[in-house]
Each structure stands twice: as C-alpha cells, then as structure tokens.
C-alpha cells in the first residue's frame, strides 16, 4: 500500500541552512549582529584615531588566535562525547614544554612539537579515565588543570630564554588600512588558528572522520551497533584535540617569548564559553572567539592608555564579565551533542 | 506470502541454541528456521527468551551450545558486526538512530564510501533514494532524522540495514512504538520485503498482527520452543494457549452494572499540548460509578492533554473538570486526594522512576504519609509489608522487593503502576494505554483489575488506541476527534467501523477523512 506513493519531493537543503563547499553553514544571527557593530565602530573609531583603532583590530585577532585553537580542542573532544574543562591545564602544560624545549634546543619547530605533544598526551589521559575509568569526566578535567598549573609551578626555573616566535606579514596584503594589520600581519600560530578553522569545519562536516565523530557525540550505541569504534574514537579525539590545546598554548609564548606561571589566565576555560557560545561549530568558534578577542584588546588598549581616571583592574575585568553574561544568555538555547560527559557501557 | 521454497535451504537455521546467565536459562535448547522471503512470527510472553534468542542470532550474545547455521554454512559470529558483514540485519526496539543527523547520514554510517576520508553526500543521498523506492520505503534522504515521525524513522532503521545488503531481517517488536496507521504500513512494507526475498524474524506479543502478515509462528515460553506451527493452521486462542501455557480468557467476562452518580465530569474543556496549540477543545464527557467510558480515538487527538488535565498535571485553559464535588485546577496531589488512580500512558516517564527499587515505587503516591512515614520520617517496615503484599497480589514476577524497577519487563512494570493505583480506594480510575507493549498474560491480568475496579463502584475512564480494548471493557464509548468528543456510542450496538470512521472524523459533514481508518486492520491486541 506504500509502495505507490510518490516520494516526497522536498527540495534538498532543509530551511535556514544553505549548501555550499564548506557544507551546511548555519549562521547565529546574535554573534554576527555583534560582529557588525564592532565592525562599524572601527570604521567609525577609524576615522577619529586611525593609529589605536589598527592596535585593537590588530590585537583583536591576536588575542583571538589561541582561543580558537583551545575551543576547537574543547568542541574536537565535545563532540565526540567527551567533556573536556582541562583546556586551561593543557594549555599550560604546552606552553611549559614548549618553552623549555624551545630554550634549551634553540629550535621552535622542535617546541611546538614538544608542546603538543604534552598537551596531547594529557588528552589521552582524560579519554582513558573517562573511557577506561567510566571517571566523572569534569573531575578528570579538574584533575589535568590542578596538575598543569602546579607541577608547571613547580618546575618553572627563571631566566631562561627562547627565541622570539617571528611575524610573518603577508607581503602586499599587511599594507592595506586597518585590515592589513588586523588579518595579514601575524605570527604563524595565528595564521595557523584561522586555517584551523576552515580544516575543522570541512573535516568535521564532510569527512567520514566528522560523520563518525558526531555520532559517537550524540548517540554512541547506534554507532557501535554500525560497527563504529567508539572508544577509539574518543580517544583518537582527544589525542588530536590536545595538538590543537598545544598549539593555543604556544601561542600564548608567541606574544609573550617567556613562561610565566599560570599565564593562561583562564584562557581555557574562556575557550569554553568561546565553544559553547559558537554552538560547538568552528565557524561559530571563529566568530565569538573574535568578540572575546576583541574585549580583551579593549581592555588592554584602555589599560595602557590610562584614558579615564578608574583603577586599570576594572578594565581587565571586562572579558570576564563578557564571559559571564554570554554564558547565561547562549547557554540557554545552545544544544550540547547529546551523549556529552557519559561514559559509554558496550551491551 | 507463502515460504517460496520451504524445502531449499533455509536461509537461517539454529539447533538447540542455549543461553545462560547467572541464575537462569534464557534460551533452553532452542530450534528456529528461517527460509528466504518468508515472514516467521516469534511470539513469547515478555522474559520468555525471545531477545536473547536474535541476539545470539545478531552476534550480540555467543551461544553456550548448539549452534547456527547460514544458507547452510555454519556461523560463529562475535559481534555483530560479522552478522551485519553476513547479511543480518536487526531493527531494535529502541532505534539506532543519531537524530541530528540526516536519513542518508544515519544509513551510510559505518559503512561510508569515501574518497580520502572525504563523504561524498550526493552519492550516498542518490543511492539511499533509489534503495528506498526499491523497497517501497520512501524516505527523504537529506531529511534530518529527529524531524520525522516514529514511523518514518523506523523505515530508515529498516533501510540502514538493506543498505548493508541484509537478507535476514530481525525486527524487535517494531509495532510497539507505532501507531494503528503506521502498523499496517509496516506489516505491508514487511509483505513486500519478503515477496523480494527477505527473510524476516518478527517479535511482537500482539497476536493479531502476527495472524496478519506471517508465514509460520515459533512459540517460546520460558526460554524453551513450545512450538513452530504454520500460520494458517493457527487462532489466536491457540497461540496465546502456546504463549501462556494455559487457556486465556481472550473475551473479557464482565457483569452487566447499572451505574450510579457522576463522578468524572469534564464540561467544555479546553487545554493546551506542549507546541502551544489548542489540543482539548470543547471536549465534555461524564463517568459515572461502576462504569467504564472509553476513550477512542486517532492517536494526538488530545487524549493525552485531556488526561492530563484531568489528573491536574495540565493546566485548564477553558471549561471544567469536577471530580465529585471538586474543581480541578491543576494540582495533581490534591487530584489524588480525591481517590484518583492514574495509570499513564508513557510508564516509565510518568509512572515510576527507574532507578529506585519496587518497594519505593509501591508507595510514590503515598510515600508522606501513614503508614509509609510518621512526622516526616519513613517506615521502611510498612513499606517493604506493603511491596510484599502488593507483589504477592498482582503477580509481580520479580526476584525481589529491593529490585530496582529499571530492570524488570514492561509487562511487570506496567504491573507495579497497576497494583500501586489500584490498591487504594479511589473513587476515579484514569487508565491511558494501559497495555501498551504488555504481554498477553499481563494483558489479561490488567483488563481484569479494570473490570474489578469498575465492579468496586469505581468510576473508569479509559484511555486506548486499541480497538479492540475499548470493545471489550468499555459500557459507554466516546470518540474523541481533534480535541471535541464527537460520539457518545454504545459497545452493544455500535461496530468497529463506525467507530473507526468517527475516529477519522467521517462523523462530520465537512470531516476530511483520511481514508485510513484507524484499527481497522492489525491494530493489535489479543483480544477479539
């Protein structure tokens, strides 16, 4: 009796999400309208003080960069049901070898590694207790955080040095007015958080990785049932995931070429709010990260400038601030991927 | 319809498969045989060891003895991704299926073609579309999953796993989830299925859909075949005496009653459902004591928020509800206080909480006062007499008090909510669906706890999308259409096609009828 009906001839692409090479895109109205106006009031600021104005877009992004890379580690692991607060410890554990490789051997090639392999390997740490040890995953989390910032504490030895990360203006592009200096004169682990997205996105959306990953992230059984591995994957997440947690790490040493203790400042758990606000999607990471990013270059431009007679502890108070109030406005209507935090039992 | 080749060699065979778990033997020296493009219907009380048995089928579980046999060859399978690799498909009670993602996502997981790890989604979305009007499965192939009705996400259940070239077809229980509408387009998808030469294994306690579509039955009951017989050669009192080991009382037996004052009044009702939409409007009705009225209807018609607000769980928009002598405005305790039974159409949701043990769930109505506490502290005796007591008394089948709900069967949870409503003196007995998913032993069982509510002077309105229930224990019928009781019917003098049509609002002059009158066909239960 079904067999004669016609199939229904719905058009391909379901309403509010369009088609591309990039996938479906879905687009936050709320991030993009805050995007605007900050885009406006450059433009605006632009014409009034053309020198601070291109320090904060320029700072917007660099300030951007290692919040994207610590929240597409948060989202790589969240979305495959893994819930992962021990950014911040990661971050530092990355940004502690890192440096100590990069001092002692002189080569930064060789400290990026070291940092993301620290950070991937406290990655792997938290998928085995929490795919392994069935652990509450937020007290894994804790755990990895507790540990980076004491035994990077501890360890921490002053005077050492390592070589300056180097900028890398994109010839013919870093001279246009404020864009040049906002998008094409950076340090390479800036550069490398803007393409991080695109690849996330892409892999995420149109590979058998991202397929796979946010099935294990939703509903993890009817993935085993099709014979996905789910503990592999979880795993293999978060060793992935942890890379990029290194790399947000060692860009914290691109701007400051020292460690300092605990010099992720709640980073990490921005990252959070960065990922959660972009609703666990990389361009939705990008976007808010940049609003993050660009709260703290105000911040630190009003700070500096000394501008307006109120202690400079109010101004380094804005990104928390901003933190906060996105948390409980986006928190609201953002859907986590379903299976997120609970461990996966086989039948 | 007919096995096309019953004397070839079966597409699956099993001999004497026996299971053990700790305590007991799920699977006792159990024989299946499956032939290509045949239907067989595995019938079993719930617990009598039918999952076990397509679970070591499936490769979930692996056999202690005997052993299983595939278009000949003998299998050992240690997961199921092997039997999948061989051609055996399962559809799960509860589905597979990641809801964000789209149909053509969920068929092609785990078995993706891809070029360098890259999906190419058209291809799989072509692919799925022309698997799906091959089969007369019609989906849409970009539609996302969580979107569609239960119906349709079982049509990509079915399908995900024709996509991995499935000749065996497990299908566990799959009419429990579904409407009488959606039931019969599955037993037709199931008919069409075998013509092409699908063998399917069928679960179902519900008798007549059995009757309906398969070739051949096998009978279990606990954990051993009683029995493989042809369909044709069978009634349904023969394979619920199978099922039960015992003559069951198919007919309900009940005593003409006259009744006595209102009790339940419902006098233009109106009541929102959760999208905000007016799903109870206008709707009035009386139960009196010592009667049952039950409610027919379309399943999302609005019996559910006409329960609900009934019960007070709902608040009232329009019109009233009285209970005796009392409005009901939305507070379920003080509606209980009134001697209100409920039994809730969504039991584990509504009616127990899963992680607590049986004694608990006994008293969640009660919990608060004498016996079961004493200024505000529990007596854990009176409450454990009581379980005992109730256990005892309604049949409960559970190796103890102390076990958590969770883990028994539908049937002998529908039983704890049944003994728990019914064990107090009420005045008003609200049963919605009250054995869905229910074995026919328990079915029996539950039917005659309503008739004995009724004849304690209990007012009872009941609540079902079984026509065949409604038939039998109803003395007055509503049909509720759209949210209004269009009839008030007589089960004497009325047929199921009347019903059936005002069910699909043919009551009305302008009624667009649907043409698929509810029920009419395999809509269920063991009752005739």
């Known amino acids: 009796m079904t067999t004669t009906s016609p199939a229904p001839t719905s058009p391909a692409s379901a309403p509010g999400s369009a088609r591309s090479l990039l996938g479906r895109v879905r687009v936050d109205y ?9 885009a406006v009031a450059m433009i605006i600021a632009y014409q009034w003080d053309s020198q601070q104005t291109t320090a904060v877009a320029a700072r917007t992004i660099r300030e951007a960069a290692p919040l ?10 969240e979305r495959s049901g893994i819930i992962n607060i021990g950014i911040e410890g990661q971050m530092l554990l990355a940004a502690f070898v890192g440096f100590m490789v990069a001092s002692s051997s002189g080569n930064l090639i060789l400290g990026v590694m070291g940092g993301m392999a620290a950070a991937s390997v406290a990655g792997l740490f938290l998928a085995w207790t929490a795919v392994a040890l069935k652990m509450d995953q937020i007290i894994a989390g804790t755990i990895i955080n507790i540990f980076g910032l004491g035994v990077t504490s501890f360890l921490y030895v002053q005077g050492r040095t390592m070589p300056s990360v180097p900028n890398w203006p994109i010839p013919g592009l870093d001279e246009l007015p404020l864009i040049g200096s906002m998008l094409f004169s950076h340090g390479p682990l800036t550069y490398a ?15 058998r990785w991202g397929l796979r990953t946010r099935a294990v992230g939703e509903h993890p059984s009817a993935a085993d049932t099709v014979g996905v591995r789910v503990y592999f994957v979880r795993y293999r997440n978060l060793a992935i995931a942890g890379m990029l947690a290194g790399l947000a790490g060692f860009a914290l040493l691109q701007s400051a070429s020292v460690f300092n203790r605990g010099m992720t400042n709640g980073k990490g758990f921005i990252a959070l709010a960065v990922m959660i606000f972009g609703r666990y999607r990389p361009f939705g990471v990008l976007s808010a990260a940049v609003l993050f990013g660009f709260f703290n270059a105000l911040q630190a431009q009003l700070q500096f400038r000394q501008a307006f007679d109120i202690p400079p502890q109010f101004f380094g108070m804005i990104p928390f601030v901003f933190t906060i109030a996105v948390l409980a406005i986006a928190g609201l209507r953002t859907r986590p991927p379903a299976a997120i935090g609970q461990p996966y039992e086989k039948e | 319809m007919t096995p096309t080749e019953s004397s070839g060699t079966p597409l699956i065979e099993a001999r004497g498969l026996t299971k053990r778990f700790p305590g007991v033997v799920a699977n006792d020296r159990v024989d299946l045989v499956v032939h290509p493009g045949e239907i067989l219907g595995l019938l079993g009380e719930n617990g009598a060891g039918k999952s076990t048995l397509v679970k070591m089928i499936f490769g979930i579980y692996q056999p202690d003895e005997g052993q299983i046999f595939l278009r000949g060859e003998e299998m050992t399978a240690d997961g199921p991704g092997q039997a999948i690799a061989r051609g055996i498909g399962m559809v799960h009670q509860h589905f597979q299926l990641v809801p964000p993602l789209t149909v053509a996502e969920n068929i092609v997981l785990g078995a993706e073609t891809t070029r360098g790890g890259f999906l190419n989604r058209r291809a799989a979305e072509d692919e799925v579309r022309e698997l799906s009007q091959r089969f007369g499965l019609i989906v849409e192939p970009s539609d996302v999953v969580e979107d569609l009705p239960v119906g349709i996400q079982q049509r990509v259940e079915i399908l995900k796993a024709l996509y991995r070239g499935a000749e065996l077809l497990i299908l566990d229980e799959p009419t429990a989830v579904l409407t009488p509408q959606e039931t019969d387009e599955l037993l037709g998808i199931m008919r069409d299925l075998a013509s092409s030469g699908v063998g399917i294994i069928f679960i179902t306690h519900k008798l ?23 369909t044709a050669d069978a009634t349904t009192e023969s394979l619920a005496e199978l099922m039960v080991g015992r003559s069951v009382v198919l007919q309900v037996e009940k005593s003409a009653r006259e009744p006595g004052e209102v009790v339940l009044a419902v006098d233009g009702l109106q009541v929102r459902d959760d999208r905000r939409q007016m799903s109870v409007d206008g709707a009035t009705l009386q139960v009196r004591s010592g009667e049952i009225v039950g409610v027919a209807g379309v399943e999302g018609n609005g019996q559910r928020e006409l329960v609900e607000a009934i019960t007070g769980i709902r608040s009232i928009v329009g019109g009233s509800v009285t209970i005796g002598d009392h409005r009901v405005a939305g507070h379920p305790r003080r509606v209980r206080d009134l001697g209100v039974a409920y039994i809730p159409e969504d039991r584990e949701r509504d009616g127990l909480v899963g992680n607590y043990s049986i004694a608990d769930n006994m008293v ?12 505000g502290i529990r007596r854990f005796d009176a409450v454990d007499a009581n379980a005992t007591e109730l256990v005892e008394r309604f049949d409960v089948r559970t190796p103890s008090i102390e076990t958590t709900v969770g883990s028994l069967s539908g049937g002998n949870k529908q039983k704890v909510i049944v003994a728990r409503e019914l064990s107090h003196d009420n005045k008003l007995v609200v049963a919605s669906q009250p054995t869905r998913g229910v074995d026919v032993g328990s079915i029996e069982f539950i039917h005659e706890q309503l008739i004995a509510s009724r004849d304690e002077g209990d007012a009872v309105l009941l609540v079902s999308a079984e026509l065949d229930e409604i038939f039998s224990l109803s003395d007055r019928i509503a049909v509720i259409y759209e949210g209004e009781i269009v009839a008030m019917l007589d089960p004497e003098t009325t047929t199921r096609e009347e019903v059936g049509l005002l069910m699909a609002g043919g009551g009305e002059s302008d009624g667009e009828s649907n043409g698929q009158v509810a029920g009419l066909g395999a809509d269920g239960a063991a009752v005739d």
């Not at chain 1, 709320?30 to 900050?38: P, S």
């Not at chain 2, 007549?208 to 009683?226: I, N």
Request: charged share 15%; proline share 3%; glycine share 8%.
């Open chain 2, 208 to 230: 007549r859909e059995v009757l309906a579509v398969t070739d051949r039955v096998t009978v279990l009951r606990r954990g051993k075949s009683v029995g493989s017989v042809d």
């Open chain 1, 193 to 207: 958080a803007l393409v991080a997205v695109v690849v996330v996105h892409v892999a995420l959306f149109q590979t």
């Open chain 1, 30 to 38: 709320r991030i993009l309208a805050g995007l605007a106006v900050i």
């Open chain 1, 68 to 77: 994207i890379l610590a929240a597409l580690c948060g989202l790589i692991g």
């Open chain 2, 364 to 375: 969640l109505t009660d919990y608060h006062r004498p016996p079961f506490a004493n200024t």
